[in-house]
Nanobody
Framework: DVQLQASGGGLVQAGGSLRLSCAVSGITFDDYAMSWIRQAPGKEREVVSCMSKSDGSIYYADSVKGRFTISSDSNTENAVFLQMNSLKPEDTAVYFC????????????????WGQGTLVTVSS
């Protein structure tokens, strides 16, 4: 049974930081790329960051480059993190962790597994 559970969201002032965590079970990072995907109010979901162990690739959306960092617990392979610094009001969204077979993709419908989402609210 595959489970992804995101946590760590909350309310933070602009310029602050949050660290999101995604507890992963039932899949391995050898077989699945892990992404953080967000959905802001009234907007479509977008891939914020993705990492693939298979080809060593890491992706960041232009809007978060230099501010967000994706990482994983490589020892146990049961957690993925998103360190978010210098947060802006436009980062306000529900953040989901999601898994796609092997490689990263920006195609939202192709993701196989999703967590439940955690809300990040950045006040100005």
């Amino acid at each position: 049974d595959v489970q992804l559970q995101a946590s760590g969201g909350g309310l933070v002032q602009a310029g602050g930081s949050l660290r999101l965590s995604c507890a992963v079970s039932g899949i391995t990072f050898d077989d699945y790329a892990m992404s953080w995907i967000r959905q802001a109010p009234g907007k479509e979901r977008e891939v914020v960051s993705c990492m693939s162990k298979s080809d060593g690739s890491i992706y960041y959306a232009d809007s978060v480059k230099g501010r967000f960092t994706i990482s994983s617990d490589s020892n146990t392979e049961n957690a993925v993190f998103l360190q978010m610094n210098s947060l802006k009001p436009e980062d306000t969204a529900v953040y989901f962790c999601a898994a796609h077979a092997v490689f990263c993709t920006l195609q939202i419908p192709e993701y196989h597994y999703w967590g439940q989402g955690t809300l990040v609210t950045v006040s100005s």
